[in-house]
């Protein structure tokens, strides 16, 4: 019970830096039961909350934004360089993850603001830190 709560309350901060424009990020900092929760920054400024979940026998894995009384959500596809990785392959580890995309996160964007450089960001690929992989955080 113990490891389990020393996991629960372990800090974490999984940076994910968009690859077409750094200065769009998502830094998740708070682990949930099911997922992990952060934000959406666009120049320093928070654009909403932002949850992701790792894929499970029965789901893909996938992602949430959440802002004042919208919520989107999608699937999430998760890459090792150029090749895609899914749960049901043992080619990549889960631990060699580095990229994401965000599947219609920038068409759902799209009907709450114009900025060009959040909607640019989040159709293309995200750079996963070091800290984190395939929704889970690497163990200290």
């Known amino acids: 019970m113990f490891f389990l709560l020393a996991e629960v309350l372990q800090p974490i901060n999984c940076i994910l830096v968009s690859e077409d424009?750094?200065?769009?990020?998502?830094?998740?900092?708070?682990?949930?039961?099911?997922?992990?929760k952060g934000k959406i920054y666009s120049s320093n400024k928070v654009k909403g909350d932002f949850f992701t979940q790792r894929a499970t026998r029965q789901r893909s894995a996938n992602w949430s934004f959440v802002s004042s009384n919208v919520r989107f959500t999608g699937?999430?596809?998760?890459?090792?360089?150029?090749?895609?990785?899914?749960?049901?392959?043992?080619?990549?580890?889960?631990?060699?993850?580095?990229?994401?995309?965000?599947?219609?996160?920038?068409?759902?964007?799209?009907?709450?603001?114009?900025?060009?450089?959040?909607?640019?960001?989040?159709?293309?690929?995200?750079?996963?830190?070091?800290?984190?992989?395939?929704?889970?955080?690497?163990?200290?």
């Open 21 to 36: 424009v750094p200065t769009i990020s998502i830094v998740l900092k708070e682990r949930r039961v099911n997922s992990l």
């Open 75 to 140: 699937d999430m596809v998760l890459f090792k360089d150029q090749e895609i990785w899914h749960s049901f392959q043992s080619k990549i580890k889960g631990k060699e993850v580095n990229r994401v995309l965000f599947p219609g996160l920038a068409f759902k964007l799209s009907t709450l603001t114009n900025e060009i450089d959040l909607l640019k960001a989040s159709s293309g690929f995200f750079r996963i830190g070091e800290e984190c992989y395939g929704g889970r955080i690497n163990k200290v």
